[in-house]
């Protein structure tokens, strides 16, 4: 690929600007990218987007929203550099599981926001954009037939338009590719633990990644869905989706507002990604703060502060507080890890 040797090889790759770590050994012989696509893609794929992001020639892509990126052409045009496969939270996959370590514990209700529960997420972004922490955050907002999109956003209105649940996979770290090595700009990544686990990897691997990444926070999170298959679910429950405000997972139900019909979650297994099955990470274990519902009234999002130099950042922000269950987090968690087993 004539670009790739004018911007990628020319200005940093043969240099070695974002090498931060080792080309990782080949399960086989062969490209890094057919490797990652037997060994993860084709097997447990978490369609975090990491690997969009990654790749120097902008190879990879989302090509559809109903399965794993892909790089077409990859054959002709993959330069075997192995940043794809580096920064592949299932490569070598060792699932995280438990609470992991954390600092505090507590029940958030932003005053100023509605989200999902309590508005928590928003109100930590938005705060961090006041507080000059942050300058963007990728998040993922929908359309009118809850189509995600992953965006970086870099106002509170943006934010605010993305605020609230989407049980689909956006592939949010896709939208890191556009991200250039230079330049001071500080991001936030909000995901589903997979996403965090994949954002940790981007960081050790690559090192605009590391300099910019600064703040991450995971959503809780048993199992999402691809957005074709979730509609074609719904379509099946004679839901119509443009008229969907609000889907919720709670106690073992799928609720649809404003009609309230709900069902139970086990319907949704047969659509259950391959990538989810694995997963025993329920509250995002790497993240600076994971967020949930689980453990707080309604109305209040359950915050794992983990990372000790954003206390204040959560003290400072336009929210009430209140205690929050932390057993019945562990409960869920222990409950993922169950029946999640990596056979
Ligand atoms: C797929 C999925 C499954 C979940 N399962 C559980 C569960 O089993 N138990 C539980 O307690 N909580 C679960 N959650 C978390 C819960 O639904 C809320 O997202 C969380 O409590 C935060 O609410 P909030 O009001 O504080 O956030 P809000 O202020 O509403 O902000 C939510 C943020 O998450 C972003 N976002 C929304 N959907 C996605 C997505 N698909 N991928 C990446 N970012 C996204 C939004 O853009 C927004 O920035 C799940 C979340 C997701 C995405």
């Known amino acids: 690929m004539r670009g790739w040797k004018r911007c990628g090889m020319g200005r940093g790759m043969g240099r070695g600007r974002g090498k931060k770590g080792k080309k990782p050994p080949k399960e086989f012989p062969g490209k890094y990218f057919e490797n990652l696509k037997k060994i993860v893609m084709d097997r447990y794929c978490s369609n975090c987007g990491a690997c969009v992001a990654a790749c120097p020639v902008k190879g990879i892509s989302i090509v559809s929203y ?41 029940a958030m209700k932003s005053k100023r926001f509605t989200g999902q529960d309590g508005g928590a997420v928003t109100e930590i972004l938005a705060h961090a954009m006041e507080k000059n922490i942050i300058d963007s955050a990728v998040i993922v907002r ?52 997979c996403v965090v686990s994949a954002t940790r990897k981007l960081q050790r691997e690559m090192g605009k990644f590391s300099r910019k990444i600064a703040l991450v926070i995971s959503l809780f999170c048993m199992e999402n869905f691809y957005y074709p298959d979730l509609l074609e679910f719904l379509r099946k429950k004679g839901i119509d989706i443009s008229s969907v405000e609000k889907m919720d997972i709670k106690k073992g139900k799928f609720y649809v507002y404003p009609s309230e019909v709900s069902f139970p979650v086990k319907d949704l297994d047969e659509i259950v990604p391959s990538g989810c099955k694995v997963c025993q990470d329920f509250t995002g274990i790497e993240s600076d703060i994971s967020v949930g519902s689980v453990g707080s009234p309604d109305g209040y999002s359950t915050v794992i502060v983990r990372n000790k130099n954003l206390f204040e950042l959560i003290e400072t922000a336009e929210a009430e507080f209140g205690d929050a269950n932390i057993k019945a987090v562990e409960k869920l968690a222990e409950f993922k890890a169950k029946i999640h087993p990596l056979s």
């Open 66 to 106: 109903s399965s794993p990126p892909y790089f077409p052409g990859w054959e002709s045009d993959c330069t075997d550099c192995g940043f794809c496969v580096r920064v592949c939270p299932r490569w070598n996959y060792q699932p995280n599981k438990g609470l992991g370590e954390y600092f505090k514990i507590l």
């Open 142 to 193: 929908r359309d009118e037939n809850w189509k995600p999109e992953a965006i970086i956003a870099n106002s509170i209105e943006e934010l605010v338009e993305g605020a609230g649940t989407k049980y689909s996979h956006a592939f949010p770290l896709s939208v890191l590719k556009s991200i250039k090595g230079r330049g001071n700009e500080k991001i936030a990544v909000v995901g589903t633990p």
